[in-house]
């Protein structure tokens, strides 16, 4: 079975971060997986792939990712495969559309990461979707809500299958805590850290967290680890509430596990999500997790961690002075969470997907 994972790149994100920690799961089942990026920019994910890995990383450029001509260097590769599983929109349409133009018949897997996307809100759109969704012989939904979401959607798909996503629960759990001084050295031993771990996208609203921490007291320090496009409006942000001694901003870490297991509480604050790998690593921290009450998080989250109104400062402050004045509802929510992380294991969802392949594969042969 040769197996070939497409994604944009192998900059910062859940979906990328996704490729790089399963590849080498793959490999180790005996499976001879490559990566094919539309971007092959140099990122940390890219060298940790392959110090992890013996996977081929093949580059199609190291320009726009929605060039279109994209297409044609991925039809050369189409038939070197048994199997092209993609991730993320473009790439979404140009495999379709590669495999169309070159009549492949190399077998299409998509993974939905999102519950949501601006297409789903363009009617123009939706003779386009119909055709892509359905020229894939499987589509993943990561979870039932997405699954729901898409049915809805498309009703003519029959081609859904929920895998949930999963983290490597080992590293995190078995990481050890950083000094404070290999975060920021004006940290001291009495502040209490909150950390965010996501890319500056909208979607993931840094901001709102940034404003709650003008509510908390001084010890209360935040550490936000990403790169992205909206971080320049975060630093501003922090610059004009006078938070600079405050809020850090780390870029992007190869070390989270140790990040998180240093942090006191953790944080999500999106407007939406897929199934967060973010989160489940911050259930899985031994750490109280804190989510926006939104699609995406809402469903993995309730139950064991803290919900807030998605966008509300006040209410997400709230929640992080309780946990920190009060010592019986850290350690239970503490608790709870790591307890939750345990069915989000990249060993389950690994299994699922090699058992998807092959089925695919018996398919051809039969």
């Not at 991925?74 to 495969?81: A, P």
């Not at 995406?296 to 139950?303: D, H, K, Y």
């Amino acid at each position: 079975m040769k197996i070939a994972h497409l994604i944009n790149s192998l900059a910062t994100g859940g979906a990328e971060k996704l490729v790089v920690e399963t590849v080498p799961l793959y490999q180790q089942a005996g499976i001879t997986t490559d990566v094919i990026v539309a971007n092959g920019t140099n990122h940390p994910f890219t060298q940790q792939l392959l110090a992890t890995s013996k996977t081929e990383i093949i580059s199609l450029g190291i320009g726009s990712v929605y060039n279109p001509l994209l297409i044609f260097k991925l039809m050369r590769l189409l038939d070197k495969y048994d199997i092209i599983h993609v991730h993320l929109f473009p790439v979404q349409y140009f495999a379709v559309a590669a495999k169309w133009l070159s009549r492949s018949k190399v077998k299409l897997v998509f993974t939905e990461h999102c519950t949501t996307n601006r297409r789903i809100s363009n009617t123009l759109f939706l003779p386009i979707e119909n055709f892509i969704y359905q020229s894939y012989q499987k589509v993943i939904c990561i979870t039932d809500e997405i699954k729901n979401i898409y049915t809805e959607y498309l009703p003519k798909l029959n081609n859904l299958q929920v895998i949930r996503n999963g983290v490597n629960l080992n590293l995190i759990q078995n990481a050890n805590k950083l000094p404070f001084k290999d975060i920021n050295a004006s940290l001291n031993s009495n502040d209490k850290l909150i950390m965010q771990v996501a890319a500056f996208r909208e979607q993931k609203d840094q901001a709102t967290l940034i404003k709650a921490i003008t509510i908390l007291p001084f010890e209360v320090k935040l550490i936000l680890v990403g790169e992205g496009v909206e971080k320049e409006k975060c630093q501003q942000l922090v610059q004009q509430l006078n938070l600079s001694e405050r809020v850090f901003f780390l870029g992007v870490r190869m070390d989270v596990a140790q990040l998180l297991k240093t942090a006191d509480i953790v944080v999500l604050s999106s407007k939406y999500e897929g199934l967060s790998l973010s989160s489940i690593e911050g259930m899985a921290s031994s750490k109280p997790f804190i989510a926006s009450d939104v699609p995406g998080l809402s469903e993995v989250v309730s139950g064991a961690g803290l919900l807030f109104e998605c966008g509300n400062e006040k209410a997400l402050a709230t929640h992080i002075t309780n946990l920190l004045n009060d010592p019986i509802l850290y350690q239970k929510t503490a608790a709870d969470c790591q307890e939750r992380a345990q069915e989000f294991t990249i060993e389950k969802m690994v299994t699922a997907h090699i058992e998807l392949y092959q089925n695919l594969l018996n398919e051809i042969q039969a």
